[in-house]
């Protein structure tokens, strides 16, 4: 599983970003996938979700309206589009990849960004 990140930045308080996230060395519509964050000191959060098979999204509360998820599997290609941003999103942010062999638990996949593999990481730094 090999999974690359790319489109963090800066960007100014109610600005925009998308993230890019380039997946292979896997079966792309086989794997649960997603976004999480971890800020400097902070507990890692999850963000946003798309189930295996049929591409089902989640997002935490705390992450609905702002941050949203999309694919491109014949690119084999993870978007997240995040609006509005504050100083508090601040973080890295990683896309993960998980097998998620009990689909209808995926919801906790993305509640704790606890996924089985993940990329390097992009940096996205919101000023005020």
């Known amino acids: 599983v090999q999974l690359v990140e790319s489109g963090g930045g800066l960007a100014q308080t109610g600005g925009s970003l998308r993230l890019s996230c380039a997946a292979s060395?896997?079966?792309?519509?086989?794997?649960?996938i997603g976004w999480f964050r971890q800020a400097p000191g902070q507990e890692r959060e999850g963000v946003a979700c798309?189930?295996?098979?049929?591409?089902?999204?989640y997002s935490p509360d705390s992450m609905k309206g702002r941050f949203s998820i999309s694919s491109d599997s014949e690119k084999n290609m993870v978007y997240l589009q995040m609006n509005d941003l504050k100083p508090e999103d601040t973080a890295v942010y990683y896309c993960?990849?998980?097998?998620?062999?009990?689909?209808?638990?995926?919801?906790?996949?993305?509640?704790?960004?606890?996924?089985?593999?993940w990329g390097q990481g992009t940096q996205v730094t919101v000023s005020s």
């Open positions: 060395g896997f079966t792309f519509d086989d794997y649960t």
């Open positions: 993960g990849a998980d097998m998620n062999l009990i689909p209808d638990n995926f919801w906790r996949i993305c509640e704790l960004g606890d996924f089985g593999d």
């Open positions: 798309m189930r295996r098979g049929d591409g089902v999204t």
